[in-house]
């Protein structure tokens, strides 16, 4: 039911942005741009560029000396598996026991609810997809082919990557094109002494330098958002002060706030959104404020949905009305199904011997990095699809530890320990009607939304992956000289890659997709859903990229539409 008889002007928008992350940054500044009155409702508190509390402290300012307390890693079961989350970073994560969800079977979901989302704690690499990924699922026979192909998307990467400043080479690669960059951060010795053997002894595996959301040398549009050169201090996770890395609190969202046309609500959870029956389309969504636990309406021509694949799923599954009884859009039951992540179970370690004379300065905050190999143009392996390669090498630090005393201890330390090798897999794990999400039947949040259940697992593609993975990462490092190679499969859950994706995928067939190549519901054209929720598979590259460029061709499309009196 809607209360829409008492509606006031602030209330009315010409377009609802749901979530402030990544993709709904993206959103907003280009409805922004195009002149639409927007209205960005986001779940968690305010929070402008620059106000991050930890970002100059040093270990020792640190009660912990930056370490999570045992009580707290004890509260936080899942978070705590995230990389990411210490002392300096942890108000920027969600907590466990403030969010449940039921697990049907183990996914750790990493969540930054705050204005920015996630944009705050990526690891911002930001590779473009190929061709071959969008090629993949009709070419191999998984999935539904994508609506969209390399040349539909080619240009929006371009837009994006102007404005947000990737830094990488012009490498020349067909299945990792060429960003818009600028200057690649450098590999060390010894990175470039495994590249090279690498390259000597195999046709089919570049290696290059990764590319990531960085300014190593601000353009004019950088410095009109107000940010500056990265410092290479790696401290990125709890917010960058000089606007170093691309976040959306450091670019987009500033940027659509100066056009005038932005309104962003803070702690305004969205519940649901409003289908009128009558008019045939969505007419604004219910919001919750977060503190106060009141429910309220806005009202919009356009709705994009850019709440994280998950909660996209859930706020659409939980948008019922008489035309759509099982959420909004789901006319074919496939909504929150085919729910897919990328496999970060395969690690290798190794040493390096030699170049003890030699060092490296700065905190890089960057891999390097190998494209897939494996499938790219041709279904040849007896898995499918592939991994992306990334490695890095350091020199082991003071402390190593040492099992000498005294003054022979203080001189060990003094000098740089060995050559360490981590080289990780990043597979495309591939989509499956099991996978999926739903709304539980009886258990609710603390602001009456049913909690999500996930059930999502791997299969044994992801377990050939893995295999393959390690025996070429072994070979290489064998091949490079290296020793004491150690393999782990981590056996994470999904979830903890943090790239989930899917269950509200693109399509042109409205009987096995929910949305078509401009991102709109099939059967309900008003609604956009441009985060990782739309991807039909996931390719091996990380996707925040595909998502921005999704999401600002949809923005640019929709706010046509609107202007066209299509979407009115
Ligand atoms: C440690 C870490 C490392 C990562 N590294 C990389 C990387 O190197 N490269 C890469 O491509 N990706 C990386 N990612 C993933 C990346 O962060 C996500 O892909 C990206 O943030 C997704 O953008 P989004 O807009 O969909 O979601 P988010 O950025 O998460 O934004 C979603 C927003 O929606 C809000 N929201 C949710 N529900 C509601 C609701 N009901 N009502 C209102 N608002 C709501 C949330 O509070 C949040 O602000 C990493 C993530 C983490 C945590
Ligand atoms: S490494 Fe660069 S982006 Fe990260 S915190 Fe430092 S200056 Fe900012």
Partial sequence: ????????????????????????????????????????????RALKHGDYPTAMKNPWDFEHRGQMPKAELDANPILRKCYAFDEGTQHHFVRDDEHPYIQEKPFDWIR??????KSLIWARQTQRWSRFEFEAPQRDGFAVPWPINYNDIAPWYSHVEKFVGISGNRDGLENLPDSESLPAFEMNCAEKHIQEKILANYKDRPVVMGRCAHLTKPNEVHLQQGRGQCQARH??????????????NSATLPWARKTGNMTLRPDSVVHSIIYDDKKGKATGVRVVDANTKEMKEYYAKIIFV?????????????SKSERFPNGLGNDNGLLGRYITFHNYRGRVYATLDGLEDQYYSGRRPTMVIMPSFRNVKKQEMKFKRGYLVAYTVDRAGWNRGSEKIGPELKND?????SWNVFMMMQGESIPKFENHVRLSPDQKDKWGIPQLITSVAYDENDDMLVQDFHEQATEMLEKAGCTNIFKEDTKQAPGLDIHEMGGVRMGSDPKTSLLNK????????????????????TGTQNPSLTFMAITARAASFAADEVKNGNLS
């Fill in 1 to 44: 039911m809607s209360m829409q008889e008492d509606v006031t002007n602030e209330q009315t928008f010409d377009a609802i942005v749901i979530g402030s992350g990544i993709s709904g940054g993206w959103a907003a500044k280009e409805l922004c741009d195009h002149g639409l009155k927007t209205l960005v409702l986001e779940r968690g």
């Fill in 112 to 117: 930054g609810y705050q204005e920015g989302g």
């Fill in 235 to 248: 401290l990125c996770y709890r917010g960058c002060p000089y606007g170093g890395h691309f976040s959306s």
């Fill in 306 to 318: 850019n709440a994280a694949t998950l909660n996209t799923n859930l706020i659409l599954l939980n």
């Fill in 413 to 417: 330390m003094m000098k740089p320990g």
């Fill in 518 to 537: 401009w991102n709109q519901l099939h059967s309900c054209k008003n609604v956009f859903v441009t985060d990782g929720a739309c991807m039909t598979s």
